[in-house]
């Protein structure tokens, strides 16, 4: 697969301080990308470097194999980007504010009008259109914001918090439409957000950061694999078991906890869930019901988070 | 460098600062003092005076600025009686350093708003995601400051020349209006020192994050053109055609050394570090 984008030893200082520390990764072409992180973690500043706006203090990155400092325009030439304010020219309506950002990516005008309009129409501003953006409530604000980061098609699409003040059905919206983008256009998504449960729905892969450097980077299940030993299995029974020593000596079984009629066991592998259950009913336990709990893009952040502020990661 | 993204830039500007009160106020106000109410007033007056008390060329200071004059402007009012006199050397003459401070103002108000104005609204931050370089970036928004202030202040000089010849044509008889020195003071000085206002306001951008400070501070550039004002009249400067020419290039010398230092601290790195 190819790399859109690849980051080598990045290194980015503000007076010294260090806001991103020898990053390395590649974000791959037609993937979704999502980047995680508190405040603070450098994710507004990597979307920066990416498009030649710093110039990194070590480390280089390369667009298209387009060096991020030297050819700066013509990376953005092929990027959109939902920027973390709206950034909209409020004293101008979402038309001119459409068509002024279409004709500096060169759009041909003809191309342009035809454009503007049909973005207006998918994002449902076409009624308001030639009315002044400052009039506009946040929601609308927030969609005409993605409707300029979609305008020119763009090869890259840098999308930072792109649902936030978006009400569910828009939000939802906006999902099939990032969906859309990378699936059909082979175009790439680069996602940074707060909802994980966002990135973990959109993105191929995740890369989770904190104060600039990287914790982990990969797809759900390389996560998963990575981040989390075992499954954790929630068994219902009709009566309240005494003891677990026999389910925890298993093979496969890493641990076993008794909470009221329910047990939870941890196993190594999902294949081990039938020997469970197996061994529960020939120790005459009365099964309800068996629940393997999915490891959740949640768990493994707050985790790592968590695993950073002890001083373990 | 993309011509067609810098004249988007401009006209996006403008088209902005147009839509801000207060920014046209003052381009609309200040015009029309000094090009209409002023003039007409002053020269109703002279022209009504009665007495000699009421004729400024008998003010004693007035009668100093006349002892002092050079030859090429007691030359223009040779044959002319009081009246004529003063309508000339006031309106024609003392009133020529307000035509500086119109393109000065204009071109600052419009580039605080263009420079500072942008930063403290955040939208500066999707510009720099355009392709536009930084080159292309900064002189849209200098052509932004530069043009209107140049051409508000040739639609004032040619409102203020038919005011001047129409109103005080009974007393003068003649279309007398503008006098040489005139022409490079409004073709080659009022250029040289909108961009002076340009290039200070750019400079004063990158410390000042709001468009009412950046403007208010770049307001003090008025203080040289105050002191032509003060020097003509009191005689230590007259504006010839020839020290027109050579304001007008001390000018242009000056806008240089600023251009220079203004586009060095425009570029996205700097402008987003300090636009935090």
């Not at chain 2, 209107?148 to 279309?175: E, K």
Request: net charge neutral; aromatic share 8%; proline share 4%.
């Amino acid at each position: 697969m190819q790399h859109a984008i690849v980051i080598e030893n990045l290194s980015h200082c503000f007076n010294s301080r260090y806001a991103l520390k020898d990053l390395s990764y590649e974000v791959r072409q037609g993937e979704i990308f999502a980047l995680l992180g508190p405040n603070g973690a450098g994710k507004t500043t990597t979307i920066r470097l990416i498009n030649g706006l710093y110039t990194p203090t070590a480390g280089s990155i390369s667009v298209f194999s387009m060096d991020s400092v030297r050819h700066g325009s013509q990376i953005r030439q092929q990027t959109g980007v939902l920027t973390e304010t709206s950034a909209l020219y409020e004293r101008l309506t979402a038309r001119e504010n459409l068509r002024f950002f279409g004709r500096l990516y060169g759009m041909p005008e003809s191309l342009l009008l035809k454009r503007t309009d049909e973005i207006l129409e998918f994002f449902a501003l076409k009624n308001r259109a030639d009315e002044r953006v400052g009039v506009y409530s946040k929601g609308m604000k927030q969609r005409l914001a993605l409707a300029r980061a979609f305008l020119t098609h763009p090869r890259i699409l840098f999308l930072d918090e792109p649902t936030s003040s978006l009400d569910p059905e828009s939000t939802q919206q906006v999902h099939e439409l990032i969906e859309s983008i990378s699936r059909q256009d082979e175009n790439t998504v680069f996602l940074c957000t707060h909802h994980l449960e966002e990135a973990e729905r959109l993105a191929d892969r995740v890369a989770i950061l904190h104060s600039g450097r990287l914790l982990a980077l990969g797809s759900m299940d390389e996560l998963k694999r990575q981040f989390n030993h075992g499954i954790w299995v929630e068994v219902e029974l009709l009566q309240p078991m005494e003891s677990t020593s026999s389910i925890s000596l298993m093979r496969g079984v890493v641990n076993a906890q008794i909470e009221g009629r329910k047990i939870r066991v941890q196993v190594a592998e999902e294949a081990v869930i039938p020997a469970l259950v197996a061994q529960l009913v020939a120790q005459k336990a009365q099964v309800m019901s068996v629940k393997p709990q999915q490891v959740s893009l949640e768990d493994i952040y707050f985790k790592l988070q968590a695993d950073v502020r002890e001083g373990v990661a | 460098m993309n011509w067609k993204s810098i004249f988007t830039i401009a006209r996006k500007d403008i088209k902005e600062a147009s839509q801000n009160k207060a920014v046209w106020l003052p381009i609309v106000i200040v015009p029309a003092i000094f090009v209409l109410i002023m003039p007409a007033a002053l020269i109703l007056g002279f022209s009504t005076a009665a007495t000699a008390i009421e004729n400024p060329m008998s003010d004693p200071d007035f009668a100093m600025f006349l002892d002092r004059m050079p030859a090429f402007m007691t030359e223009l009012i040779r044959g002319l009686d009081e009246r004529q006199s003063a309508i000339m050397l006031l309106l024609g003459y003392l009133f020529a350093p307000f035509f500086l401070i119109m393109p000065l103002m204009f071109s600052t108000v419009i580039a605080a708003e263009s420079f500072a104005g942008e930063r403290e609204r955040k939208t500066i931050e999707a510009l720099l995601y355009t392709p536009a370089t930084d080159a292309e970036l900064f002189t849209g928004k200098v052509l932004a400051g530069f043009i209107p202030a140049v051409l508000i202040t040739l639609v004032s000089f040619a409102a203020y020349t038919i005011v001047l010849n129409a109103m005080a044509y009974p007393r003068m008889g003649r279309l007398w209006f503008p006098l040489p020195s005139w022409y490079p003071l409004v073709l080659w000085i009022s250029p040289a020192i909108s961009l002076l206002g340009i290039a200070f306001t750019v400079l004063i951008s990158v410390k000042t994050q709001t468009f009412m400070g950046a403007y208010q501070t770049s307001g003090s550039l008025v203080l040289v053109v105050l002191a032509l004002l003060a020097g003509q009249a009191t005689g230590v400067i007259y504006l010839s055609v020839l020290v027109g020419l050579l304001i007008g290039m001390v000018l242009l010398v000056i806008d240089a050394v600023l251009m220079y230092f203004a586009v060095r601290i425009f570029n996205r790195d700097k402008l987003l570090v300090t636009s935090g």
